[in-house]
């Protein structure tokens, strides 16, 4: 069974930072990509930033273009996710995907559990 477990978030003042991490455990035998969306109260879940494991091809919503920056450690099965110049529009339960999962016989997408960030202004 695969799993998502996703660390990094919290509290932080308008300007900061703060870099997520996820690590996808399981019997995984490759990773199409990952990614983080992101959803505030009230409103829909929403990409944030994705990478493909292969060659690392990325793209980010515009909103944090310049901002976040979105990397991999393909041996760790790890995606991670550097904030910076931290808004409050931010703030959000920030969700890991991964998708294309291959494990011994499927293929399948997944979620971690979420974690919350909130930027105070």
């Known amino acids: 069974q695969v799993q998502l477990v996703e660390s990094g978030g919290g509290l932080v003042q308008a300007g900061g930072s703060l870099r997520l991490s996820c690590a996808a455990s399981?019997?995984?035998?490759?990773?199409?990509?990952m990614g983080w969306y992101r959803q505030a109260p009230g409103k829909q879940r929403e990409l944030v930033a994705r990478?493909?494991?292969?060659?690392?091809?990325?793209n980010y919503a515009d909103s944090v273009k310049g901002r976040f920056t979105i990397s991999r450690d393909n041996a760790k099965n790890t995606v991670y996710l550097q904030m910076n110049s931290l808004k409050p529009e931010d703030t959000a339960v920030y969700f890991c995907?991964?998708?294309?999962?291959?494990?011994?016989?499927?293929?399948?997408?997944?979620w971690g559990k979420g974690t919350l960030v909130t930027v105070s202004s």
């Open positions: 399981g019997r995984i035998f490759s990773i199409n990509a």
């Open positions: 990478i493909t494991f292969r060659g690392g091809s990325t």
């Open positions: 995907n991964a998708d294309g999962v291959i494990t011994m016989n499927r293929e399948m997408d997944y």
